[in-house]
Structure formats: C-alpha cells, structure tokens
T-cell receptor
Framework: QQQVKQSPQSLIVQKGGIPIINCAYE??????FPWYQQFPGKGPALLIA?????SEKKEGRFTISFNKSAKQFSLHIMDSQPGDSATYFC????????????FGSGTRLLVRP | DAGVTQSPTHLIKTRGQQVTLRCSPI?????VSWYQQVLGQGPQFIFQ???????GRGNFPDRFSARQFPNYSSELNVNALLLGDSALYLC?????????FGPGTRLTVT
C-alpha cells in the first residue's frame, strides 16, 4: 500500500516559472516531511524539510507548504533555472519508527532556458 | 568535510552470486540506513542500524542482511542474487531525523 502519493509524474516549465509538486500521505503518525533532489547517477540530496506544526517553510528559492488537515504538502521552486532540472522526491517519516523514510514515486522536472 | 561514501561505485554480478556493499557515514553520525532504488522509482527502505543494533527492517527477503561496525561504517550483503536485485543501492547517514545519502552503488545482475 503506497503511503505517500506524489504528482505530477513529470513537469516542464520555462526558466523563471514556479513548478509545484504535490504529495499526499495517509498515515497521520508521520511527523517529518523532507524533499530530496536527485540528478541522474547521483544519490538524493536533502533540499528542505518540514514538521506538521508549521504551515510553510522557505529556504532560498524552495518553499514547502503543508496542510495538516488535508494530509498534503507541496514543493514550490521560485524563479526556476535550467540547473533545477532533476527528479524530486517527497518523503515522510515517524520518530517512533526511527525516521525510516517512505518516499513518493518522484517528479521529473525539466526547466527550459 | 566528507559526506557519505559508498563502495564500489558499480558492480556487475551473475544470478546466484553474493555481493557486499560498503558505506561510511558522515563523521559523528551513528545511524546508517540502506535503501534500494529501482530505475524510475523512489528509494525503498531496507535496513537501519544505530550503534551497531538493527533498528528497522523493510519488506525485503532474508537474502538481504546488513551489519554496522564499531566505527559506524556498514555493509549490506545480498545472497543468491536475482535479476530483480538490479538497482541503485543507497546508504544514508543520520544523527537525528535528517538523512544524508551517499552516491550509491549501481548493481547490475546478469
């Protein structure tokens, strides 16, 4: 049973656009929600993370929006650049399971010049 | 400051063989987790070790095993390899909830 659903599967935007990637989770016990960026042939890199007691978090051009009642969270990339072209994964974890990460299926982002 | 390191980078094995993958965590991190990432999918949790003790195990067969050493490095062993074991094997190092991944070992089973 997939516990974290991610959409869209792929996304194409023009340089300067604001791609938005959405994730939904089922388990209300999740208490930590990170986003990872992965380039081909590389390991995932931690971008930004949020806890459910906060509705929004910004780090540089990356923003997470969190809706606890809807059990949804999303990643916004401001002023996107061609170098942001990568696969993005949302994930969720719980402190009482030692923060084992449950990943979404990924979104392939292409930012056109 | 060195990140998570994994070896080897690439590996080609034949069905039925055994493989050992290695991981060194970030200095000061005592927890290591292993994930399998099949092409086009998100990583799937295999094992987590903390202070040499297994803290969690994912839905993988007993052919998969792991251990953590006193210096917090870790090995993942896979026996009786199947074609379906072909994947990128990722090691993640953590001190609290944040997990930092290494570059992975690309395993190809032929």
């Amino acid at each position: 049973q997939q516990q974290v659903k991610q959409s869209p599967q792929s996304l194409i935007v023009q340089k300067g656009g604001i791609p938005i990637i959405n994730c939904a989770y089922e388990n209300t016990a999740f208490d930590y929600f990170p986003w990872y960026q992965q380039f081909p042939g590389k390991g995932p890199a931690l971008l930004i993370a949020i806890r459910p007691d906060v509705s929004e978090k910004k780090e540089g051009r990356f923003t997470i929006s969190f809706n606890k009642s809807a059990k949804q969270f999303s990643l916004h990339i401001m002023d996107s650049q061609p170098g942001d072209s990568a696969t993005y994964f949302c994930a969720a974890s719980r402190m009482d399971s030692s923060y084992k990460l449950i990943f979404g299926s990924g979104t392939r982002l292409l930012v056109r010049p | 400051d060195a990140g998570v390191t994994q070896s080897p980078t690439h590996l080609i094995k034949t069905r039925g063989q055994q493989v050992t993958l290695r991981c060194s965590p970030i200095s000061g991190h005592k927890s290591v987790s292993w994930y399998q990432q099949v092409l086009g999918q998100g990583p799937q949790f295999i094992f987590q070790y903390y202070e040499k003790e297994e803290r969690g195990r994912g839905n993988f067969p007993d052919r998969f095993s792991a251990r953590q050493f006193p210096n917090y490095s870790s090995e993942l062993n896979v026996n009786a390899l199947l074609l379906g074991d072909s994947a990128l094997y990722l090691c993640a190092s953590s001190s609290h909830e944040e997990q930092y991944f290494g570059p992975g070992t690309r395993l190809t089973v032929t």
